[in-house]
Structures are given as C-alpha cells and as structure tokens.
C-alpha cells in the first residue's frame, strides 16, 4: 500500500501540514493546538469525502462517482471501475435469462421446475397452455394439487419415472399430454410435457386398420376352408390329380388362418380390451393340457417333453392371454427343436418372481437376432421358419400378453446347444 503513489503523496502532504503548522505554532508558542487544529481539519474533510461517497453509492443514481483530489479520487475511481464491471456482467447475465426465457417460451414442449415436494418453481408458455396453469397465481403452489389427476398422482407417489405418464390435459380432455419427469440437483426436478394428440390418434388408426384388416379376412377365410375340406382326394377319386396343389392350399388356408388370429390378437392386446378379463388362472392346469398339445404337435418327431412343477401358486391375468403366450413358446420350441430332441418346460418361483421357463436342445439362436426377435415379423430365417407354419408374431404376442401381466421376457440361447425362454412374472405382494 506504502508504495502507492497516491499514498505516498497523502502521507507525505499530511506529514509536511502538521511539520510546518507545528513550527508556525511554535513560533508562538502553540505547538500542540496548531497540530491538533491541523488533525481536526484532516478529520473533518476526510468525514465530508466519506459522507459524498455514502451518498453516490446508497442514495445518488449518477453512474459517475463526485471527483475528489488524492486517495479519495482514487478510491472513488476504483469503486467506478468495480461498479461498471458489476453493471456489464449483470447486463450480460440479463442477456443471458432472457435468451433462456424467450428459447423456452418458444418451445412447444411444456417445461416446468418443480421442488421435491412439487411445488412449482418456473413454468413457460406452452405448460401454461398444456396444463392449464396461471403464471400470476400458480408459483409456489404445489404442481399436484393443481393436476388432481388420479394417475398422476400415483406417479407421483411411486416415483417410477422410467415410463412417461400418458394422461389428457387438464385444460382439454381431448389433449394426450406425454409427462416425463426428470430430478436433478438434490431438490429440483424437470417436468417435461408434450402433445401427443396426433401421434395417439395415428396408432389407434393404425390398430383399427390391422384390427379391421383381419377381421374382414375372416370370413373368405372361412369360405375358402370349407370347400377345400369338401374337395377332399380320398372321397373324390376324380381329384387325385390335384392331391398336392389341393393339400399345399389347405395349408397355407391354415397358416392365414394363424396369422389372422395372431393379428387379431395382438390388436386385442395394443388396444388393452381385455384388462376387466382378469381372474387367478391355475398355471399348472393349463401348462399340463399345452404340453398334451405340444406332444401331439411333435408327432412323428417324438420329441421329450417333460412338465417340471415346482411351485402350486398361480397368477393373476387373463387365462386366454396367458395360455397363447405360453403355447406360442412351447410349440416355438417343437417347431424349431429337431426331431427326438428334449424340450423342458418349469412353473417355479424364488422370492420375488414367478418363472415359466421353456429349454430346449435345439439349434439356438446367434447372438445378433435375439434382442430382435419380438419385434413383429422377425425371423431369423425366414423361408425355413414360414414352412413351419410360424407367422413371426408369436414372440411379439409373448412380450405384450407379460407387459400386460407385470411381467418381462428373457431369453438365452447358444447356436448349436439350444434355447431358454423364460417368463419371469414379478409376485404381487
Ligand atoms: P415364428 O412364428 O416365426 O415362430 P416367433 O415370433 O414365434 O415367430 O419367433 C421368432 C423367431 O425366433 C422364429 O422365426 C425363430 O427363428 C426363432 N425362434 C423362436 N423360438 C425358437 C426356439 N425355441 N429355437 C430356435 N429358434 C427359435
């Protein structure tokens, strides 16, 4: 600090005052009232330089501080310089909120902050539109007292925020908002809500095509297999001729027919028709009469199949649902095992899951195929699997009829040693 320049000079000017006053004062005699007059008057000027920058800093707008000789012009010079790089950087952050208030005002997406306990923090247009909020009355209060939706209010208590909550908006029933909640810090968390209207109404097109489609097939369908059963070549000598045209029609009659009901089905299953259908199903019942029905498919491959029950506890779901996912992995597992090969299917639980588990020894699967054999239409080899009989939907009716039953779908296998299908099913508690 000494070696300031303007200190230097306030020291030495002072020291040089009371030098000169001193001796002046000594002349007459009075020394020590000159000196003192000469501090007071030091004190005195240095209150006023106080009092002026008191009043620029507290009361005074003037953005240019008073002008003061020596080390008060200084340190008002400094202060100026402190205060406008305070004003820049405020302006810069000025700058800086109002992009992000103008960026998240045009989002079309609605985007809220909201505390722990929900209470709202900031919200932008588009969630003031979506959810019919008011920007003058709703900070502060608590996001689920304003949405009194039932089901956000359970995802709110779970606070499973793996899955999106898909509910209609509050401030229009026709409005399908997809809500998606992200915590962040310790006590913040995002809400981000889209309109998903148009996406909604494109899948229900979508299912009530492929619903309609193969509902429609059903009838010529049928028409067809009737009179391909009367043109029968062992009751009608006159067709020998055309025996195998005759039984190569009758089939593919009968893998449409499949396929027809394998749509059916799962357009059943996206639209979740039958979720008041629901009672406790006897698993071992209905695994006993599919593995009677999978031997009878076997037939002359005369493949082992053995039933292993290790438990008595049954679930709860749709018997229908249930029996078409099991069969669909059982009979998977004769169609693909080679002739004579072992098929072993278990019903056993652990402390959490219940499991069906269909093991097989036949030719397995490469890795690459397997985390896309649910997708519909997924074959691994198409030509061999479709003269199997196998529509390709058989894995994707499996992976709906568990998602509709808490329940997910794993599957292990290695080429040339067999496959493991297992349904584990998450216990009710
Ligand atoms: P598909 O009607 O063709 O059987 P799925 O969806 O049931 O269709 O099965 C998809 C594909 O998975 C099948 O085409 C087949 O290649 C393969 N796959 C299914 N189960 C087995 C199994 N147990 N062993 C070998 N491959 C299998």
């Not at 089905?265 to 209905?286: C, F, H, R, T």
Request: hydrophobic content about 40%.
């Amino acid at each position: 600090m000494w070696t300031n320049r303007y200190w230097q000079t306030e020291v030495w000017t002072l020291a040089f005052i009371i030098l000169v006053v001193g001796l002046i004062g000594s002349l007459f005699d009075r020394a020590a009232a000159s000196v003192a007059v000469v501090i007071f008057a030091y004190l005195f000027w240095n209150l006023v330089q106080l009092s002026r920058l008191y009043r620029w800093l507290v009361k005074s707008r003037a953005l240019y501080p008073p002008s003061a000789p020596g080390i008060w012009g200084e340190i008002f010079n400094h202060l100026y310089v402190l205060q406008r790089k305070h004003r820049k950087e405020l302006k810069k952050l000025k700058g800086i909120i109002s992009e992000f208030r103008a960026s998240t005002s045009a989002l079309k997406d609605g985007a809220l902050i909201i505390s722990n306990q929900g209470e709202i923090r900031w919200f932008n247009r588009a969630a003031e539109r979506l959810l019919g909020l008011k920007s003058s009355t709703d900070i502060g209060q608590r996001l689920f007292n304003l949405l009194r939706h039932p089901s956000f209010i359970e995802y709110e208590q779970t606070r499973d925020y793996n899955k999106p909550l898909i509910i209609n908006s509050p401030a229009d029933e026709r409005i399908i908002l997809n809500i998606r909640i992200t915590p962040y810090n310790d006590d913040q968390r995002l809400v981000i809500i889209r309109d998903i209207t148009e996406k909604q109404h494109l899948e229900r097109v979508r299912q009530d095509f492929v619903a309609n489609v193969s509902h429609e097939l059903r009838t010529p369908l049928t028409v067809i297999t009737g009179y391909l059963e009367m043109l029968d070549p062992e009751t009608n000598p006159q067709l020998e001729s055309v025996a195998k045209p005759l039984q190569m029609m009758r089939q593919q009659a009968l893998n449409m027919g499949h396929l027809v009901d394998d749509l059916l089905l799962l357009s059943k299953l996206d639209a979740k028709a039958e979720e008041n259908g629901k009672q406790e199903v006897d698993i071992n019942l209905m695994l006993d009469s599919i593995c009677a029905e999978a031997r009878s498919l076997s037939g002359e491959k005369e493949h082992q199949i053995l039933f292993h029950s290790h438990t008595n506890t049954n679930l709860y779901g749709s018997e229908k649902q249930l029996r078409s996912a099991f069969s669909n992995l059982i009979f998977n597992a004769v169609r693909y095992t080679q002739a004579k090969g072992r098929i072993d299917i278990f019903w056993k639980e652990d402390d959490s899951n219940l499991i069906l588990q269909v093991q097989d020894n036949g030719p397995g699967i490469a890795e690459e195929h397997i985390p896309r054999l649910t997708e519909r239409f997924y074959r691994v080899d198409s030509g061999r699997n479709r003269s199997q009989g196998g529509t390709g939907l058989g894995l994707a009716i499996v992976k709906h009829v568990l998602e509709g039953h808490n329940g997910k779908l794993k599957i292990q296998s290695e080429l040339g040693k067999g496959s493991t299908f297992s349904c584990v099913f998450v216990k009710v508690k």
